[in-house]
């Protein structure tokens, strides 16, 4: 898979190291990608033993500098989501109108990203009762 570039490289390493983890179900756009290190798994202690992370402006160049690099983990992508389905509760989903910026395991980016209709879509009653089908770009789309 081809991965998305990120919204704007300049920015690449501008953005606040804690961020939510996952969750929201939908992505507008990639900020950058990240390789956390670990000095306990054999990474070079860079901050008195804590974890730390390099940022990337492609996915290419961080799974590079991850494959190169003892204690790296595998790329995870820092997200925007302009809008997410939140499941606080397993089953119950809530739309929610607010940005926020999460950590995805870079697997996630294979699903479409959100456009005007994926929302909409699964909220409306004609839902597949799978509604992930729509998030994972695989059922009808209401304009279709």
């Given at each position: 898979m081809?991965?998305?570039?990120?919204l704007d490289?300049?920015?690449?390493?501008?953005?606040p190291?804690l961020?939510?983890?996952g969750?929201?179900y939908v992505?507008?756009?990639?900020l950058?990608?990240?390789?956390w290190?670990?000095p306990?798994r054999?990474a070079?202690d860079?901050d008195?033993?804590?974890d730390y992370?390099f940022?990337?402006?492609?996915y290419e160049?961080a799974?590079?500098?991850?494959?190169a690099?003892?204690?790296a983990?595998?790329?995870?992508?820092l997200?925007?989501q302009?809008?997410?389905i939140d499941?606080?509760?397993?089953g119950v989903f809530?739309h929610?109108?607010?940005e926020?910026?999460?950590?995805?395991a870079?697997s996630?980016?294979?699903r479409p990203?959100r456009?005007?209709?994926?929302?909409p879509d699964?909220?409306?009653?004609?839902?597949?009762s799978?509604?992930?089908?729509?998030i994972?770009?695989l059922?009808?789309?209401?304009?279709?």
């Amino acid at each position: 898979m081809r991965y998305p570039a990120v919204l704007d490289p300049s920015k690449v390493g501008m953005y606040p190291a804690l961020a939510k983890s996952g969750g929201g179900y939908v992505w507008d756009e990639v900020l950058e990608y990240r390789v956390w290190c670990h000095p306990e798994r054999g990474a070079t202690d860079l901050d008195q033993g804590n974890d730390y992370y390099f940022p990337f402006a492609s996915y290419e160049e961080a799974l590079a500098f991850s494959d190169a690099t003892a204690g790296a983990e595998k790329p995870i992508a820092l997200v925007l989501q302009r809008e997410f389905i939140d499941e606080s509760e397993p089953g119950v989903f809530v739309h929610v109108v607010r940005e926020r910026v999460a950590e995805w395991a870079v697997s996630f980016l294979s699903r479409p990203r959100r456009d005007h209709r994926t929302i909409p879509d699964f909220f409306s009653p004609p839902a597949p009762s799978n509604r992930l089908e729509i998030i994972r770009g695989l059922a009808p789309r209401g304009d279709a």
